[in-house]
T-cell receptor
């Protein structure tokens, strides 16, 4: 079992839909949770960062962490075609080296 | 300011040849990471440099892979006797320990194709 599991998709949704992206992890020592967005032929860029269980909101994006279930989510409201990208979750414990999920490919069609 | 840069952007090489990939991190960032991203796969950690400390090489897949970081800045990833399974995008990232999130800033990657 990989330390971080993420469904690769692709996930195809119409513009304006609410998107839910998810990761599960196995190591209870993980305490820092991140979501990166990667456009085609570009490097990943940090989208959201959370430290504790609960929700964190930033504009149309909400990151949710459930440590008891070892489950994290990223919600995108009012999705736009420009949100089409691969979304990678990244999780780390005390080490400065995060473990990345495989990434979920999201396609938002007009 | 300038972000992380990598060169070359694309590299095609024949099986058995050696290749060098270069990374210029953001000025002042003391931490530098190399990752490999294969088609449909996540980011596979290769090596981590932090300041003058000994690098964490725990992710290097074989002794054909090596990396160095000169003067705490530029880094070079070397792959000797390349194999077809080495074909991937090699990403470099840098970060600053002064930032609580330890956010990693990634370069655009080098796409390596071994024929």
């Amino acid at each position: 079992q990989k330390e971080v599991e993420q469904d690769p998709g692709p996930l195809s949704v119409p513009e304006g839909a609410i998107v839910s992206l998810n990761c599960t992890y196995s190591n209870s020592a993980f305490q820092y949770f991140m979501w990166y967005r990667q456009y085609s032929r570009k490097g990943p860029e940090l989208l959201m960062y959370t430290y504790s269980s609960g929700n964190k909101e930033d504009g149309r994006f909400t990151a949710q962490v459930d440590k008891s279930s070892k489950y994290i989510s990223l919600f995108i409201r009012d999705s736009q075609p420009s949100d089409s990208a691969t979304y990678l979750c990244a999780i780390r414990g005390g080490s400065y080296i995060p473990t990345f999920g495989r990434g979920t490919s999201l396609i938002v069609h007009p | 300011g300038a972000g992380v840069s990598q060169s070359p952007s694309n590299k095609v090489t024949e099986k058995g040849k050696d290749v060098e990939l270069r990374c210029d991190p953001i000025s002042g960032h003391t931490a530098l990471y190399w990752y490999r991203q294969s088609l449909g796969q996540g980011l596979e950690f290769l090596i981590y440099f932090q300041g003058n400390s000994a690098p964490d090489k725990s992710g290097l897949p074989s002794d054909r892979f090596s990396a160095e970081r000169t003067g705490g800045s530029v880094s070079t990833l070397t792959i000797q006797r390349t194999q077809q399974e080495d074909s991937a995008v090699y990403l470099c990232a840098s970060s600053s320990p002064q930032v609580f999130t330890y956010e990693q800033y990634f370069g655009p990657g080098t796409r390596l194709t071994v024929t």
